[in-house]
């Protein structure tokens, strides 16, 4: 019962991460955020003065909604990832969207802004890692296939999150035989700059948009040469 309640709360906590982070500002909405960094920076929302809480709903008006999923007594989870200070204050704005829906569980976010692999395979190892984190495709193939991540194809149905929701181009990364272990969040682009004159020289024609990789290689290959 205990890994059906996290999973499916994990699963909550992830997507109103990524939807809440969509809309979110620098300004915390309704109050001000709160860092306890004895307890691993347990984010807490202080209201401002006559707003309604979860606890204390405003006079004729509804509490906060229930969390869809059982929530047992003292519930926390711990998230980390990456990132400077304006990302890491969308995040803990998303955390207190979250809270909303689930007043009952308490989000440590422990934000690792400088050497993020090494210390999070160092935290696998010590079995200390936090509950939901950022994984990229090299932590991915790092932690899935050894069994280190937990699968979300199950908590994603009972949760009604679909794949279809996320770009198909991105779901694949995070998938191993045939599971689901990770949601993309974002996606980096990259470009390609060359020198025409490296390649007038070479007697190849410019890159196109239509390129593929093996276009690529033999260009290289060629250049080599």
């Given at each position: 019962?205990?890994?059906?309640?996290?999973?499916l709360t994990s699963i909550l906590l992830i997507v109103m991460l990524l939807?809440?982070?969509?809309?979110?500002?620098?300004?915390?909405?309704?109050?001000?955020?709160?860092?306890?960094?004895?307890?691993?920076?347990?984010?807490?929302?202080?209201?401002?003065?006559?707003?309604?809480?979860?606890?204390?709903?405003?006079?004729?008006?509804?509490?906060?909604?229930?969390?869809?999923?059982?929530?047992?007594?003292?519930?926390?989870?711990?998230?980390?990832?990456?990132?400077?200070?304006?990302?890491?204050?969308?995040?803990?704005?998303?955390?207190?969207?979250?809270?909303?829906?689930c007043p009952g569980v308490t989000v440590n976010y422990e934000p690792i802004?400088?050497?993020?692999?090494?210390?999070?395979?160092?935290?696998?190892?010590?079995?200390?890692?936090?509950?939901?984190?950022?994984?990229?495709?090299?932590?991915?193939?790092?932690?899935?296939?050894?069994?280190?991540?937990?699968?979300?194809?199950?908590?994603?149905?009972?949760?009604?999150?679909?794949?279809?929701?996320?770009?198909?181009?991105?779901?694949?990364?995070?998938?191993?035989?045939?599971?689901?272990?990770?949601?993309?969040?974002?996606?980096?682009?990259?470009?390609?700059?060359?020198?025409?004159?490296?390649?007038?020289?070479?007697?190849?024609?410019?890159?196109?948009?239509?390129?593929?990789?093996?276009?690529?290689?033999?260009?290289?290959?060629?250049?080599?040469?």
């Amino acid at each position: 019962m205990k890994n059906k309640w996290f999973g499916l709360t994990s699963i909550l906590l992830i997507v109103m991460l990524l939807v809440a982070a969509c809309g979110a500002t620098n300004e915390a909405p309704g109050g001000a955020v709160q860092e306890t960094p004895e307890a691993g920076g347990v984010i807490e929302e202080t209201p401002a003065e006559g707003e309604a809480t979860a606890e204390m709903p405003a006079e004729g008006g509804a509490a906060a909604g229930e969390c869809p999923v059982a929530v047992e007594e003292g519930a926390s989870i711990t998230f980390s990832g990456w990132g400077d200070q304006t990302e890491q204050q969308i995040y803990r704005d998303s955390i207190l969207r979250f809270q909303d829906v689930c007043p009952g569980v308490t989000v440590n976010y422990e934000p690792i802004p400088a050497e993020f692999q090494t210390r999070l395979k160092a935290a696998m190892a010590g079995g200390t890692a936090p509950d939901v984190f950022y994984v990229d495709d090299q932590l991915m193939t790092a932690f899935a296939p050894v069994g280190q991540l937990l699968p979300l194809d199950d908590y994603m149905a009972e949760a009604g999150v679909s794949e279809d929701q996320f770009l198909p181009q991105l779901t694949p990364i995070f998938a191993h035989e045939g599971q689901i272990y990770g949601l993309p969040k974002d996606w980096g682009t990259l470009g390609l700059v060359y020198l025409p004159e490296v390649f007038d020289a070479a007697g190849i024609d410019y890159p196109t948009e239509d390129w593929t990789w093996d276009d690529m290689r033999t260009a290289a290959q060629t250049i080599a040469e």
